[in-house]
């Protein structure tokens, strides 16, 4: 089992940025991949971005293209997750999680295939 402890979350006017961190221990050498998750009040918790641990090959929903940066420190066995101008619609609560088995790119925008999950942390983008 991984555990995944996130942080950096906070209050941010549009426009503003914020960068996530979320360090992994436990099992973390099985770790195929890692994913940010966010789910805003009253809606499903949707993918965000991913990256696969050994080769840094990054992937993102449409929506922050250009705008959010996913990378990792293999040393320090942390993911972080850059938002640049960030707009009142990506307030959520922002979750990392950890998959341990390999699959297609695509694959790593559903929620069901990642084993493990930080307890989240808040993003409020105010107008």
């Known amino acids: 089992q991984v555990q995944l402890v996130e942080s950096g979350g906070g209050l941010v006017q549009a426009g503003g940025s914020l960068r996530l961190s979320c360090t992994a221990s436990g099992r973390t050498f099985s770790s195929y991949a890692m994913g940010w998750f966010r789910q805003a009040p009253g809606k499903e918790r949707e993918f965000v971005a991913a990256i696969r641990w050994s080769t840094g090959i990054t992937y993102y929903t449409d929506s922050v293209k250009g705008r959010f940066t996913i990378s990792r420190d293999n040393a320090e066995n942390t993911v972080y997750l850059q938002m640049n101008s960030l707009k009142p619609e990506d307030t959520a609560v922002y979750y990392c999680?950890?998959?341990?088995?390999?699959?297609?790119?695509?694959?790593?925008?559903?929620?069901?295939?990642?084993?493990?999950w930080g307890q989240g942390t808040q993003v409020t983008v105010s107008s």
């Open positions: 999680a950890a998959r341990s088995k390999p699959g297609a790119m695509v694959t790593l925008t559903l929620r069901v295939t990642y084993d493990d």
